[in-house]
Nanobody, 125 residues
Framework: EVQVMEAGGGSVQAGGSLILSCAAS????????MGWFREVPGSEREGVAA???????IYADSVKGRFTVSRDNAKNIVYLQMDSLRPDDTAVYYC???????????????????WGQGTRVTVSS
């Protein structure tokens, strides 16, 4: 089974930056897609960014131009660089993985079958 673990959350002031990482371990092939989601209490978990097997990417409109997703295939790690953070970026951020050579990056939860425990990001004004 694949284990997924996020790291890098924390507190930052508005306008600051954070980088999140997501490590996939266990039996995992090279052909996987990974997505970043976030959730605030009382709201649905929403897709933020995702990356495919050939480093093709997709972003939610709310983070375009501010967030960048990238992957290191040798380490099975995906990064989410978050710049120009705003208070409404405050959430628990989750990483999700789907192993499928035909996968493509998507921002819908049903596209993924392995999830991390989440890491909290707090942006203060």
């Amino acid at each position: 089974e694949v284990q997924v673990m996020e790291a890098g959350g924390g507190s930052v002031q508005a306008g600051g930056s954070l980088i999140l990482s997501c490590a996939a371990s266990g039996y995992i092939s090279r052909t996987y897609c990974m997505g970043w989601f976030r959730e605030v209490p009382g709201s649905e978990r929403e897709g933020v960014a995702a990356i495919g097997t050939v480093a093709n990417t997709i972003y939610a409109d709310s983070v375009k131009g501010r967030f960048t997703v990238s992957r290191d295939n040798a380490k099975n790690i995906v990064y989410l660089q978050m710049d120009s953070l705003r208070p409404d970026d405050t959430a628990v951020y989750y990483c999700a993985v789907v192993e499928d050579p035909d996968c493509y990056p998507r921002l819908t939860k049903d596209g993924y079958n392995f999830w991390g425990q989440g890491t909290r990001v707090t942006v203060s004004s």
